[in-house]
């Protein structure tokens, strides 16, 4: 599963609770900085030579009050081995999101050369 394929939560929420597990843990901070948190587990059904055949995964996503979009997804695994598959991992990995809605800027790298077809039309023109 990619956790970071989209920001909107009912849909990341429900993804989730079909592997697993979600738990609400409710509110955390105040103000703007308020976000409502989800716990969520499920595990990886690993057939890979070297690896665990199942592999937990934990982790919360904190959604912003105010926004209603998610504002951060950690998630962590971490397997040890045994037998057969010595192979052992801890890994704890963070996304935050922010600024919805605001100016992206991209600058064209040096020596780029233009796309033949022309730019990609724009959702906010119609074309």
Known sequence: MDLT????????LAELAEL???????VSG????????????????????????RIPVTGTVEVGVDSGKIARVVY???YHGTGKSALSMERTVTWEYANYGGPVRVEVPAGAVPDPTGPAPSPSTGG
């Open 5 to 12: 394929s989209s920001a909107e939560p009912v849909q990341r």
């Open 20 to 26: 697993g597990t979600v738990t609400d843990l409710g």
């Open 30 to 53: 105040t103000g703007g900085a308020a976000v409502q948190r989800y716990a969520f587990e499920f595990t990886v059904e690993e057939k890979s030579a070297g690896l665990p055949d």
């Open 76 to 78: 962590r695994v971490k």
